[in-house]
């Protein structure tokens, strides 16, 4: 409806403007040359409209045979554009599906079609990765580091192949660089945290790292390779808090307590170890400086005390009663022991050594001796430091093994030996 009174209304403004140019009087000589054209002035209006709307016309074409070379390049961007759209799309489908070859060769083209984009590049990168072409992966990565807005892409893949090949000092430079084009990114927080950790540096590691069942075993590090002497007796504190029963932990605190002068706290944190879980090197320790051996034996039962019963508390006392010439105590201990359940190595060879000591150089003696050291090579093995990785056996406790490079995987283990009998000493 409205467009028929739009037309009603157009037809009747039309017819006007026709009657008015009509109802022109006069008219119009144009002379060029020997030519001489005259018309009515209606006409010669109508004239000059026909020749505007004719030049219009052909300007508009003019325009647009100069526009053809560079809409054609517009069209070829466009086509190029669609189809490198097109190779990601087919890069992140073979990435996905684990198909390096088309990967790798999509992503090539992807690039070759886009150019050197963050995304091509990143692309391009990841399907090297999973090609193995760590070289040209790299060459990937770099080129990434150069574009200002996403260096920290590239950095981020240079840094873990440094860590996938153990690089640790290239490792910790692209590490610094990272945190400068991105800082405090979870992620990098943790790869910091484990490059700490495998180059030892455990007081950084502390700082960078979150809850972790292993920080007691950071902490004793720390305090190991600390050279400020208050430093290190913060850092043990801290890892004998953490794990006020573990031995190693204890030890690294009571030690520095002992070098400060505070012989009978150390004393006190090695008697409460010892009543929640005994342990050998406790008594090792805590009889270190006792010279005499009567008054080693009086020692050893005081230190044992609050946790008597304990099979780990009757070797101690039998161990120091031996070697003060007190045979019928060390016996009494042993084979108590053994009736409570205790068959370990370790109580059998003590028992050859009570039998040396007692019957000495005799066919008793030797009969005996060899009776206790027949039973000791069929008994338990006896508990020692070993890694919970590679099972290798340790004299004694380290922070990290140095067989696998497990860091907190030596514990004190009653699994076979792969070393041999061991020899119960304080
Ligand atoms: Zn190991």
């Not at 990435?95 to 590049?121: M, N, V, Y």
């Not at 960078?208 to 590090?221: K, M």
């Not at 090579?377 to 406790?397: G, K, L, S, V």
Request: net charge positive; proline share 4%; with cysteine.
């Amino acid at each position: 409806m409205l467009k028929v009174i739009l037309f009603v209304l157009v037809g009747c403004v039309t017819m006007a403007a026709a009657w008015l140019l009509a109802g022109i009087p006069g008219h119009v000589v144009a002379s060029i040359g020997a030519y001489t054209v005259e018309t009515s002035t209606p006409i010669a209006i109508l004239m000059l409209v026909a020749l505007l709307v004719v030049v219009l016309i052909l300007l508009r074409i003019v325009r647009g045979i100069l526009a053809v070379p560079r809409a054609g390049a517009g069209w070829r961007r466009r086509h190029r554009l669609a189809l490198g759209e097109r190779t990601v799309t087919r890069v992140l489908i073979a990435l996905a599906a684990g198909e390096p070859a088309i990967a790798r060769k999509e992503a090539r083209r992807g690039r070759h079609l886009l150019g050197d984009s963050p995304q091509t590049l990143l692309l391009v990168a990841e399907a090297a990765r999973l090609s193995g072409r760590e070289d040209e992966a790299e060459e990937a990565f770099r080129a990434l580091t150069k574009q200002k807005d996403a260096s920290f892409l590239g950095l981020r893949g240079l840094l873990r192949q440094a860590v996938d090949r153990r690089d640790w000092p290239e490792a910790l430079i692209i590490a610094k660089q990272a945190e400068a084009a991105h800082p405090g990114t979870a992620w990098l927080r943790q790869q910091r945290a484990e490059l700490a950790l495998q180059t030892e540096n455990w007081a950084e590691a502390l700082e960078l790292i979150g809850p972790d069942s292993r920080r007691s075993t950071y902490y004793i590090a720390a305090a190991a390779v600390e050279a400020d002497p208050s430093r290190a007796l913060a850092f043990a504190k801290q890892a004998w808090r953490q794990d006020p029963a573990f031995a190693p932990a204890v030890l690294a605190y009571a030690s520095r307590l002992r070098a400060a002068g505070h012989e009978k706290r150390a004393q006190s944190c090695i008697a409460d170890a010892w009543k929640r879980v005994p342990h050998p090197d406790l008594a090792a320790f805590a009889l270190a400086l006792e010279p005499d051996k009567l008054a080693r034996a009086r020692a050893g039962k005081r230190l044992v005390a609050g946790n008597p019963t304990h099979p780990e508390s009757r070797l101690l006392l039998a161990r120091v009663a031996l070697d003060a010439g007190l045979t019928g105590e060390a016996r009494h201990q042993l084979e108590t022991a053994e009736k409570e359940g205790l068959k370990q190595q370790r109580l059998c060879l003590l028992l050859a050594e009570i039998e040396e000591q007692e019957y000495g150089d005799t066919e008793a003696g030797r009969l005996a001796q060899r009776d206790a050291l027949r039973r000791a090579a069929t008994a338990e093995p006896d508990p020692h430091w070993q890694c919970t990785t590679c099972r290798t056996d340790h004299a004694m406790w380290h922070p990290k093994c140095d067989v696998c490079g497990g860091i907190g995987t030596i514990q004190w283990s009653s699994a076979v030996r792969t070393s041999g009998l061991s020899v119960v000493t304080v």
